[in-house]
């Protein structure tokens, strides 16, 4: 007997060495598969929550634009929200008011106002009826209770989101 391999083996062997390499390679890309789609399901989970996280941990407090002008008829203040960024929830927000002088008058959790209802001279109408502060919201203060000078503060448990003083 010859160590010499017949044709028919030699095939044989290139076969099984490429079926192995098949296998192989074929193991290798459902793996590569397999991560590439993890890899964009993580993506798209952060791309998904980055909002809710941008602005309350890591940039503090979210900004809010207030404009106050005086009613018609001389007797109130109205304090309207122009503008919020993101999505401000108002168990997040105090309403802070301070004489001309720097005194607290007023420091209450926004979500412990009901729409419409006066509160401490304060009336907040919520005109989306929701669980957010938005822009359109507004406040109307009466002007005998705090003077021209005052500053109306909403205080986001971050830090400071938005001030105006009445004038």
Same mark, same amino acid.
């Given at each position: 007997?010859? &160590?010499?391999?017949?044709?028919?083996?030699?095939?044989?062997?290139?076969?099984?060495?490429?079926?192995?390499?098949?296998?192989?390679?074929?193991?290798?890309?459902?793996?590569?598969?397999?991560?590439?789609?993890?890899?964009?399901?993580?993506?798209?989970?952060?791309?998904?929550? %980055?909002?809710?996280?941008? %602005?309350?941990?890591?940039?503090?407090?979210?900004?809010?634009?207030? %404009?106050?002008?005086?009613?018609?008829?001389?007797?109130?203040?109205?304090?309207?929200?122009?503008?919020?960024?993101?999505?401000?929830?108002?168990?997040?927000?105090?309403?802070?008011?301070?004489?001309?002088?720097?005194?607290?008058?007023?420091?209450?959790?926004?979500?412990?106002?009901?729409?419409?209802?006066?509160? &401490?001279?304060?009336?907040?109408?919520?005109?989306?009826?929701?669980?957010?502060?938005?822009?359109?919201?507004?406040?109307?203060?009466?002007?005998?209770?705090?003077?021209?000078?005052?500053?109306?503060?909403?205080?986001?448990?971050?830090?400071?989101?938005?001030?105006?003083?009445?004038?």
């Amino acid at each position: 007997m010859s &160590d010499e391999k017949t044709p028919a083996e030699l095939d044989m062997r290139k076969s099984e060495g490429t079926l192995k390499k098949k296998k192989i390679f074929a193991i290798c890309m459902t793996t590569l598969v397999l991560l590439i789609s993890i890899f964009i399901g993580l993506f798209t989970y952060v791309m998904a929550i %980055y909002p809710y996280i941008s %602005y309350n941990v890591s940039h503090g407090a979210p900004p809010i634009g207030l %404009y106050v002008n005086i009613s018609e008829d001389g007797t109130e203040w109205k304090v309207l929200v122009v503008s919020v960024q993101g999505i401000v929830k108002e168990y997040n927000i105090h309403i802070s008011i301070r004489a001309s002088n720097g005194t607290q008058l007023v420091y209450k959790l926004l979500s412990t106002y009901i729409s419409g209802v006066p509160q &401490d001279n304060v009336t907040y109408f919520d005109i989306t009826d929701n669980d957010t502060i938005d822009a359109g919201d507004y406040f109307i203060l009466d002007r005998d209770v705090y003077p021209a000078g005052t500053k109306f503060e909403l205080i986001h448990v971050n830090g400071l989101s938005g001030y105006v003083t009445l004038e």
